[in-house]
């Protein structure tokens, strides 16, 4: 069964650094979108992002009511930071330790893309296969340490 909810980080894991950043001139994403920083400010990542910061904790529109200088708050994702994910398919058993392509829906979320194991941006690492431990099916992956701006690790 498919599921839909905005990514965000596991329960009792280590959790991602929230930091304040300005936002790209013009740039339009909502709370939950992947980001990155281009030389002024961030902005909305596209198909298959080469480089991720994090996730937006707020939509651009609320920058200049968020912080008097206009920042949002973005939690700043490492390849140790255990998120969890939905995706168009179940996870199933035979689909852990795989890596897969990410992909933002018409509804404005990212999921994990599993018809994509070519621009591989995550590795999945476990899941729930039922209601209930996260409210839906969902997918447990962490980020490829090469795509994420705010990972001091040379991959």
């Not at 992947?34 to 910061?53: F, H, K, N, Q």
């Not at 708050?73 to 255990?82: E, M």
């Not at 980020?143 to 001091?152: C, H, M, T, V």
Request: charged share 15%; aromatic share 10%; with cysteine.
């Amino acid at each position: 069964m498919a599921s839909s909810f905005p990514i965000t980080w596991a329960v009792g894991q280590r959790q991602p650094v929230v930091r304040n950043y300005p936002v790209y001139s013009g740039e339009t994403f909502s709370a939950g979108d992947l980001v990155y920083y281009d030389t002024s400010g961030v902005r909305l990542c596209g198909a298959d992002p080469a480089l991720i910061l994090g996730i937006a904790m707020t939509g651009s529109a609320d920058a200049s009511s968020m912080h008097p200088q206009s920042l949002i708050p973005v939690a700043v994702l490492t390849a140790d930071v255990l998120c969890v994910f939905s995706s168009a398919t179940a996870p199933t058993l035979a689909a852990m330790l795989t890596a897969y392509g990410l992909v933002r829906t018409s509804a404005g979320l990212w999921r994990i893309d599993t018809s994509d194991t070519t621009n591989t941006r995550i590795d999945t690492v476990d899941y729930t296969p039922k209601s209930g431990v996260y409210g839906q099916e969902a997918w447990l992956a962490r980020f490829k340490a090469a795509n994420l701006q705010g990972d001091a690790v040379a991959s």
